[in-house]
């Protein structure tokens, strides 16, 4: 059914004085008002049409009636819908209810009706736009939360943007957000070249230090794909969690990459094959060798040729037409870095590196698994953890300044909607139009506007 709003706007400028900055600056401060009293309008006249329609069966038949008049049958204790379809119009209710919107507050004044029925008083528009009974906001209030809350925090979110929330109400928000509930569809392991995983510490309730953890995938175009994001759960089960997620899982297809964080050299074993990071490398060799005694001077060389044997670089372009001479380069720099690699763990023992050695035999096992899936299959794989270090960076910049005082919950919550929206933008637009349940039944448009003769100054 169309209708028609005409709005009247009166305005006047000094002729040769106003600047364009000025004019817009003044219609953004008409913005939201205009918008709420065009949402007013909307809905008083609906209201209008829905009350007419039940009141006049006579003229009105049971097909324009589809979908209008729903309520709870009177006095009954199982709350059933009543069949009836036919109202008295009792005026207004005495106090309008009050909505919370993405334009600010809404007082609307709501119909009463009286269902000739059952006897039941209710609001037939509340019914039609499936408000339920004790509701005080709509979501796309519930969206611009959200959205603020990914972009800063809580105290910035309030005075910054000037939406009309508590901080507690913001907070209720985000731990009862279904967020977790959803995004679980199966992934392929044919898309993938890689899956990585580690954590990240966070602050929460009274000053607990909890952990945050994330495992994402990699497509073969470089993309990122939330795999899940977890607060104080062990890997273990995450590890079963994600396993529900993969589908088509053929064994060692793709690398799993890690940092060498515990807990993590089995992780996905029947599905991927561990890789460790090896920028990760030559940094925990430092460490390790640190701890048998050497100082940087003395353990920097060690590590310079890590770096040297580990950097094998894999030549472009597709795998099937590479010369051969190509591919047997790769395979033998590949076979004499490993080589290398057993001989300075043969001297960190000799030399009473312990430490070093031990690090550095339990590194190598995992070091090159890029370049042997690479010489089986031809599949470029990474071989860092930069990529979910930067993912990492994206919520941290966000989280830890935010996450204070946060149950698990709600860290678990908003690090997902950032990871989804951020590197998901097509999933994250889609359930939230689900959401909003934006199905094509409302279209509005600027008809025309004119500028009206007024009086000349």
């Known amino acids: 059914m169309e209708q028609k709003i005409h709005i009247t706007l009166r305005f006047n400028l000094a002729i040769g004085k106003v600047n364009l900055n000025e004019i817009v600056y003044r219609l953004k401060e008409l913005q939201n008002p205009l918008m709420l009293e065009i949402l007013k309008t909307i809905l008083m006249g609906y209201d209008d049409i829905i009350s007419e329609r039940l009141s006049r069966t006579d003229i009105y038949p049971s097909k324009a009636r589809k979908g209008l008049g729903r309520h709870i049958r009177k006095g009954d204790p199982e709350e059933r819908f009543c069949r009836g379809r036919k109202i008295s119009k009792r005026g207004y209710r005495s106090k ?18 009286q269902c000739l029925n059952c006897g039941a008083f209710y609001s037939p528009l509340l019914s039609a736009l499936h408000v339920g009974r004790y509701a005080r906001k709509e979501m796309n209030f519930e969206h611009e939360v959200i959205e603020a809350v990914i972009d800063t925090n809580y105290r910035r979110l309030i005075d910054g943007r000037s939406i009309d929330i508590s901080l507690g109400g913001i907070d209720n928000i985000v731990v009862g957000s279904d967020i977790d509930e959803t995004f679980q569809e199966p992934v392929s392991t044919e898309d993938l070249s890689a899956i990585l995983a580690d954590g990240t510490p966070v602050k929460e309730h009274q000053g607990r230090k909890g952990e945050l953890r994330n495992v994402i995938g990699i497509s073969k175009a470089g993309r990122v794909e939330p795999l899940g994001c977890f607060t104080n759960t062990p890997w273990p089960e995450i590890e079963r969690i994600v396993k529900e997620r993969i589908k ?18 089995d992780f996905l074993s029947d599905v991927a094959e561990s890789q460790r990071c090896t920028w990760h490398g030559p940094r925990g060799l430092y460490h390790s060798l640190w701890q048998d005694g050497l100082k940087k001077k003395d353990s920097q060389p060690e590590t ?13 372009g597709e795998f099937e037409i590479l010369k051969e001479e190509d591919k047997q380069q790769v395979k033998t720099k590949y076979e004499t870095s490993k080589s290398e690699i057993k001989e300075l763990i043969k001297t960190f023992r000799e030399k009473g590196y312990k430490h070093g050695a031990a690090y550095l035999e339990n590194l190598s096992n995992r070091l090159f698994t890029n370049i042997e899936l690479w010489l089986k299959t031809g599949v470029i794989a990474p071989k860092t953890t930069s990529l979910l270090e930067r993912v990492f960076r994206e919520i941290g910049r966000r989280l830890k300044k935010i996450a204070w005082g946060w149950s ?23 359930y939230w139009k689900e959401k909003l349940g934006i199905k094509g039944y409302f279209n509005i448009e600027i008809s025309s506007v004119k500028l009206s003769p007024g009086t000349h100054f």
């Open 248 to 265: 088509e899982a053929q064994s060692y297809n793709i690398p799993f990459v890690y940092d060498g964080e515990p807990g993590l050299d």
């Open 304 to 316: 310079d040729k890590i770096k040297e044997l580990i950097g094998i670089e894999l030549p472009e």
């Open 96 to 113: 309008p209810r009050r909505f919370s919107t993405v334009f600010g507050r809404l007082d609307l004044p709501l119909r009463r009706a």
């Open 408 to 430: 698990d919950t709600a860290v678990t919550n908003i690090s997902k909607m950032i990871m989804i929206r951020q590197y998901s933008r097509d999933k994250w637009e889609r």
